[in-house]
Every structure is written in C-alpha cells, then in structure tokens.
C-alpha cells in the first residue's frame, strides 16, 4: 500500500509559487496522515512540474527533492520512495542514496515510449551500473506501460513485463491504466502477475476504496495517490486515506 505525494511545482517549474521549506513541511505532514491511516509505504514525486523534461531534470530540482524527501523520511517510520519525472531514474536514485530511500520508480526502465515529451526511452543498464557503483540497496519499481504515453513495444505486456524483471533488473513492476488515475486493466494486470511471479506486481492507477479487493486479489499491493487527495488543496485528506485502507482486507 504505497501512498504517492503529488508535490507542487518545485523551484524551476513553470507553476512553482512555494518555498521547498513549505512544501517540504506540508510533504512531511502528508505523509503522517498516510502512516497514521495504515500506508505500508510512502512514495514522493514531482507531480506538478509540467511541461515535464524527458529525461534529466535540472539540478534544483533534484536538490528540492532531495530536502523534501529527506523531511519526509524523518517525518514517518515507513519506506519511502522517489519518483523523479519524467524519467530521471539517476536523479531519483541519487536522491534515494543521499536521503536513505528505499526504492524509486522508473517510467520506462526499458524500451521506448512517445509520450508529450516526444520520443523516452529507458536506461536499465546506466541505472543498474550505478546503483551497484553507489553499493546502493534501492528497490527499482518500473512501469509496464507508462501512463499518458505509447509503448513503441508492441508485444503482449506479460512478455515486455517479464523482460523487466528478467533483462532490465526490475525489482517490482508496476501495471497502470492509460491515464493518471484511470483504472488498471484486471485482465492484463492477472496475465502480468503470473509471468513475474514471484517478483511483486503492483496496481498503480485508479483503484479506489470500492474496486480495492478485486485489484488486491490479483497482484501484491498499489500505489495510489488520487484517490486520497483532497480535490481542493491538493493535499492528502484524512477520511479518505482512512476510507481506502479499511478496505485493504475485506474477505475473511
């Protein structure tokens, strides 16, 4: 149960209105309530720096990230992961060894995809290298399919999924639906489960308290961030964080 923080604009992207101290502060009080709810995990990403760049953000934005996540790590005794977009895994994994992260996830860790920031295409084997360089012990989550984009890939996922697992180095995989916050396919999210097992498949868009037990009763967990904010702010809401995980275990 991985609960994302979308954070807002950091310094250097074009809405960017608050200080990292501020959102640094409101992060860390984001991720309490998601511990206190009963999230296993916390995951911090830079949701609101749109346009995205395609691969290597810039230096301020990795150094926001890194106070950011460090705050959050002191603010909960949870995993806590990185997300860099739209797919800086380096930067994500620097800032996960700088600040005791436990994992990062990656768009496209392998292959290619033409997304609104044109053609990305993964770098398994410069993430993998240096992670092994850094003696790092970071988990990498990586995307089947990221959302908002086309896999130029066109082979069934269960065959591009176990790929990840068994060419990229993928540590888990995640399964998502075509957009931010719309729902996982649950046919393909069994097929992909089955060819990975046992390495962990995770729902990572759109499940929300009502479709919660039919997701969980085909992969190993989700990661979900809509769903518990508050349409308003922005910021993760209490009740419906609390409302989604009371819903984790419904069948005897």
């Known amino acids: 149960m991985i609960g994302v923080l979308h954070l807002p604009a950091l310094p250097g992207a074009p809405a960017a209105r608050l200080s990292v101290d501020v959102i640094a502060r409101q992060a860390a009080e984001d991720a309490l309530v998601l511990a206190e709810s009963g999230f296993t995990a916390v995951m911090v990403e830079n949701f609101h720096d749109v346009p995205f ?55 496209v860790l392998a292959g290619a995809a033409v997304t609104d920031q044109g053609l990305v295409q993964g770098r398994a084997d410069a993430l993998l290298r240096r992670r092994t360089a850094l003696g790092a012990d970071v988990a990498i989550l990586a995307d089947v399919d990221c959302k908002h984009a086309t896999s130029l890939d066109t082979r069934p996922q269960a065959l591009r999924a176990a790929d990840l697992v068994r060419r990229a180095g993928a540590d888990a995989v995640l399964v998502t639906g075509q957009a931010t916050g719309l729902p996982v396919d649950l046919e393909i999210l069994e097929q992909v489960a089955q060819a990975v097992s046992p390495t962990p498949t995770l729902a990572a868009s759109g499940t929300t308290p009502e479709t919660l037990a039919e997701v969980l009763a085909r992969c190993s967990g989700v990661v979900v961030g809509t769903a518990l904010k508050d349409p308003e702010s922005g910021r993760i809401d209490r009740v419906r964080a609390s409302a989604y995980t009371r819903r984790r275990n419904p069948w005897p």
């Open 53 to 107: 760049h395609a691969e290597c953000v810039g230096p301020e934005t990795v150094a926001a990230m890194a106070v950011i996540t460090a705050a959050v790590r002191e603010a909960v005794d949870l995993p806590v992961g990185v997300n860099v977009l739209r797919n800086d895994a380096l930067a994500a994994l620097g800032v996960a060894v700088a600040t005791g992260a436990s994992f990062l996830r990656v768009n």
